[in-house]
Each structure stands twice: as structure tokens, then as C-alpha cells.
Nanobody
Framework: QVQLIESGGGLVQAGGSLRLSCAVS????????MGWFRQAPGKEREFVAA???????YYADSVKGRFTISRDNAKNTGYLQMNSLKPEDTAVYFC??????????????????WGQGTQVTVSS
């Protein structure tokens, strides 16, 4: 049974940085593609970034150039480095895994397993 545990969220001022972690247990992270999504109150879960098994990466336009997705197979952990944060980045952030990154990597239903989420709040 694969489990994902996110950490690293918190309160930060606009312009600041945070690094989210997604620790994978149960199977090697190298077996998976990983995506990060976020959900603000009253809004649908939206795509943020994804990384495939070959380390190909994709980003939402809203975070391109500010966020970086990565993975450390030795630590079995994925990361989302978030720089130049804006108040509109405020949301609960979730990591999800799937076997192979599909062409519709930006759709949340493509991911089988999810973590519990971590809150990111950016103050203006």
C-alpha cells in the first residue's frame, strides 16, 4: 500500500519561498510519476506541476518560472520548490502519484494515490 505524506507548508509573506515535500512509502518513488495540485476554498483542485518517471516536467502557466518540481529517488521523496510566492498561491497543496504520466497529466483524476495535503498561506 503506497502512502504519501506532504510537509513543508506554512505562512509566508508575498515574495517569499517554501519547499514542499512529498514522502512516499510502500514502493520506490522511481516507480511513479508525481503531480502537485492545489485547492483554494470554494475552488476546484487545480494542476500545479508534474514530473514523469524520466524526469520530464510540466508546469501550470501560473507558476512557470517560479516553482520547480523535483524528485530524490534515494530519499523516496518528491519536492515542490516555490519561489516568489503570491497571495493567489494560497491553497492546500496535494501530491499525487500515478504509474506513467499521461498526456492529460493536468487532470487530477489521472492520479491514483494522494497525500493528505499541506496548507500554504501567502500574506500580502
Amino acid at each position: 500500500q503506497v502512502q504519501l505524506i506532504e510537509s513543508g507548508g506554512g505562512l509566508v509573506q508575498a515574495g517569499g519561498s517554501l519547499r514542499l515535500s512529498c514522502a512516499v512509502s510502500g514502493r520506490p518513488i522511481s516507480s511513479y510519476a508525481m503531480g502537485w495540485f492545489r485547492q483554494a476554498p470554494g475552488k476546484e483542485r487545480e494542476f500545479v506541476a508534474a514530473i514523469g518517471r524520466s524526469a520530464v516536467t510540466y508546469y501550470a502557466d501560473s507558476v512557470k518560472g517560479r516553482f520547480t518540481i523535483s524528485r530524490d529517488n534515494a530519499k523516496n521523496t518528491g519536492y515542490l520548490q516555490m519561489n516568489s510566492l503570491k497571495p493567489e498561491d494560497t491553497a492546500v497543496y496535494f501530491c499525487g502519484t500515478t504509474g506513467y504520466l499521461p498526456s492529460t497529466y493536468y487532470k487530477s483524476h489521472e492520479y491514483r494515490t494522494w497525500g493528505q495535503g499541506t496548507q500554504v498561506t501567502v500574506s500580502s
